[in-house]
């Protein structure tokens, strides 16, 4: 059953909390004298209050329980509304004039992708790269926010909302009260922002790059408030820390939690997941070290940093670069496009498939080569010593199934339009896996100004499907939704 009143009181409520977080960059404009963006922001302000009250009223009743339809439904257009309004700002301003633009630009920030239409921005005004960043951040918690935040309040208390993000957020409930464990995550994630922030600005950063590059690391989203990149710092102090605040974004916020908080850092080390991220990256790093030292002309230090920073900013899905890969060997790109499936802990801000996943797949396969030795065993699949029950199994491989699909399904699109393979694969996976940079012709340079505004339209989905771990959205497509019982 249906409440559509609650539903748009929901809606409502969010576009008010969307014009709290616009009021941070009006305030970056009116501190830094940017007259010029006043117009934007306020017309954006006004649709935002008009709208969120409107809804708030239409939807006004004493009714707060919501069925688990209603928030698959929610979740869905929560972020499309978010990302419609959001792009108000650019439109308004006119450095976005194009529609499909403007929702692209906003789109890739609340679902934490790297990816742009953005040519120079150094041509923007700070404010307005301050809001495409702050879209990151509202992005990087939306999941975790909405999920253990928001919904409980209306009485949809329910972690199955996201059934292949059971694993980890059921698994590392901090609290019987959805709402505290909500409250220990934000601090977690605002604390973590500032810390980093305060690191870059010892290293070197401005005040403003500092806080712009803390939020863009923790939401791994990967947009930097210049068109070089961190690369353009030349500081390896500064990329040390911002892989260290991504391995952090990429870990799991309960975890960080008991790490930090409560002080039980071993906590880290105990779990499965944990240890086969840490695994993940250093095979991974390895694999480019050796690569980048028989190909390019670095000093141990500098192809270590380089490799651990590329495979870190990928892993996470954070999308960050230091330099421009495609020059590196095809084998490399390979390398690198491997990681882009892998993800980080699954609690955390990251896309793609979640180190987890990776790791019980890989049980699963192991078990199977078992089964076929001794068939009569009952071999059970265990992840850091407990049993992973078939449910959870099938879960898992129907998201593989899933996310390969529509990598696969990218893929034609976007040969249909006349790109080469290298280049189709490439933005077809970094669009699902939430990264930004894609390979060959969009790989660190990742402007997508000059593609079909048909392809634009369809990343936008691609992300939105992968940032929404596919269950959430393609369930509103199927016909077994919308029956009444």
């Avoid at 439904?73 to 650019?90: E, H, Q, R």
């Avoid at 030349?234 to 309960?254: K, Q, R, V």
């Avoid at 634009?456 to 269950?471: A, D, H, I, P, T």
Wanted: aromatic share 14%; glycine share 10%.
């Amino acid at each position: 059953m249906f409440h559509p009143k609650v539903i748009l009181r929901i809606i409502g409520l969010l576009l008010q909390l969307e014009a709290l977080f616009l009021c941070c960059s009006l305030g970056v404009s009116l501190y830094l004298g940017e007259e010029g963006m006043l117009t934007a922001y306020l017309y954006t302000l006004a649709a935002l209050v008009g709208s969120g009250l409107l809804l708030t009223y239409i939807g006004y009743n004493k009714e707060r329980n919501i069925s688990r339809k209603d928030g698959y439904i929610v979740v869905t257009l929560c972020w499309i509304v978010f990302s419609i309004f959001g792009a108000m700002p650019y439109y308004i301003s006119g450095y976005l004039p194009s529609i499909t633009d403007a929702f692209f630009e906003t789109m890739a920030g609340f679902t934490t992708t790297g990816a742009s239409v953005v040519s120079n921005i150094d041509e923007f005004p700070r404010s307005l790269v301050f809001w495409r960043i702050m879209t990151q951040w509202i992005g990087g918690l939306g999941i975790v926010f909405f999920t253990v935040a928001v919904l409980p309040i209306f009485g949809l208390g329910d972690l199955h909302l996201f059934a292949a993000e059971t694993i980890g957020v059921a698994r590392a409930k901090l609290h019987p009260r959805i709402s505290v464990t909500a409250r220990w995550i934000l601090t977690i994630y605002v604390c973590l922002t500032l810390l980093e922030a305060i690191c870059l600005k010892i290293a070197g950063m401005g005040y403003f790059d500092a806080v712009c590059h803390a939020m863009s690391t923790l939401s791994t989203g990967g947009i930097s408030t210049n068109s070089g990149g961190i690369g353009a710092f030349n500081s390896p102090a500064i990329e040390y820390i911002i892989i260290i605040f991504m391995l952090m974004g990429g870990t799991s916020f309960s975890l960080l939690y008991l790490a930090t908080f409560k002080m039980r850092p071993r906590e880290l080390f105990r779990d499965a997941e944990f240890k086969s991220y840490i695994t993940f990256i250093a095979l991974f790093t390895a694999v480019i070290c050796i690569g980048l030292f028989f190909t390019e002309s670095m000093s141990a230090e500098g192809t270590f940093r380089t490799a651990l920073f590329q495979v870190t900013s990928v892993i996470t899905t954070t999308g960050f670069s230091t330099t421009d890969y495609s020059q590196w060997s095809p084998v490399l790109w390979l390398t690198l496009s491997c990681a882009m499936f892998v993800g980080g802990c699954s609690g955390s801000t990251t896309g793609a498939m979640k180190s987890i996943r990776i790791a019980i797949l890989g049980r699963v396969m192991n078990n199977e080569f078992k089964r076929i030795v001794h068939p009569n065993a009952i071999i059970p699949v265990r992840m850091g010593g407990k049993i992973i029950s078939e449910q959870v199994q099938s879960a898992i491989l129907a998201f593989t199934l899933l996310y390969v699909g529509m990598v696969i399904v990218g893929v034609f699109v976007n040969m249909l339009f006349g790109l080469d393979f290298v280049d189709a694969y490439g933005l077809s996976l970094s669009s699902v896996s939430n990264v930004g940079p894609g390979l060959g012709n969009y790989s660190s340079a990742n402007d997508m100004a000059t593609l079909p505004a048909v392809l634009k339209w369809f990343y936008c989905f691609q992300m939105l499907v992968g940032r929404l771990e596919f269950f959430a959205v393609l369930l509103l497509f199927t016909p077994i939704f919308w029956k009444r019982q």
